[in-house]
């Protein structure tokens, strides 16, 4: 069974979506603020985090990035707002795997979900848990873990996945939506402009100049290309 944290302030919604996916068949646990999203989230017991962008006290895109500056690499799909444009863009760099808008509706959410969900799966189940070296970096699939120098690497869920699909890929030029479709999956109702904000992520991880990269070179119009040299 998978777990499932559920962070929003307004009940109407808290407990409509915990009926939902209490029926589903998801261990579903709930926070009504910031500060209780924040402490479950970093105790590392869940699948999935279901997180509003608006909440008392820590705000949701403050609680994002702190779990990410602390290595916690479980997946989150921010709840938004329709106004907050800007906010979603903001929650996707700090490392969001997703987002939805309020109103939405429980199919489209119940399709991010195991959207979100699967990626980890379908990567393990493609490649064979096949250690990648290229250059300094080590990724090792089986664990979950990348070193550069012998050095660990925190990832996010979806870091990893990018980054292991760049290295699969070494040297071959690769558009956007490629990216988009292989990593996120076809389900994601996402930008090819979320690429070029996780990349940026991953390049301030790996240590990869954003003006002069050496690692992973952008193709302008097209995609990236990872050169592990």
């Not at 302030?9 to 915990?18: N, T």
């Not at 702190?66 to 916690?72: A, E, I, T």
């Not at 997703?98 to 959207?115: G, I, M, N, Q, W």
């Not at 660990?152 to 699969?168: C, D, K, N, V």
Request: charged letters at 30%; aromatic letters at 6%.
């Amino acid at each position: 069974m998978q777990k499932m944290l559920i962070v929003e302030d307004d009940p109407d919604i808290r407990m409509v979506l915990f009926d939902e996916f209490d029926q589903e068949g998801y261990d579903v646990d709930l926070a009504e603020t910031g500060t209780e999203g924040l402490k479950k989230g970093e105790s590392l017991e869940y699948d999935i985090i279901l997180l509003d962008l608006m909440l008392p006290g820590i705000g949701g895109i403050e609680i994002c990035k702190d779990l990410r500056s602390k290595g916690v690499g479980t997946p989150i799909i921010m709840i938004t707002a329709k106004s907050q444009e800007i906010d979603k863009v903001v929650g996707l760099e700090v490392g969001a795997d997703d987002y939805v808008t309020k109103p939405f509706s429980l199919h489209e959410l119940h399709a991010r979900v195991k959207a979100v969900l699967r990626r980890p799966r379908k990567l393990m189940s493609e490649g064979n848990d096949i250690v990648l070296s290229a250059g300094p970096f080590v990724l090792d699939p089986g664990k979950n873990s990348m070193t550069k120098d012998r050095e660990t690497i925190r990832l996010t869920s979806i870091e990893f996945a990018l980054f292991r699909y760049l290295m699969e890929n070494a040297q071959q030029v690769l558009p956007r939506d490629q990216i988009l479709d292989e990593v996120w999956g076809k389900e994601i109702y996402i930008t090819p402009r979320t690429v070029d904000t996780h990349i940026a992520n991953l390049r301030k991880k790996i240590g990869d100049d954003q003006t002069d990269s050496r690692w992973i070179i952008g193709i302008r119009g097209v995609g990236y290309k990872f050169v592990g040299e």
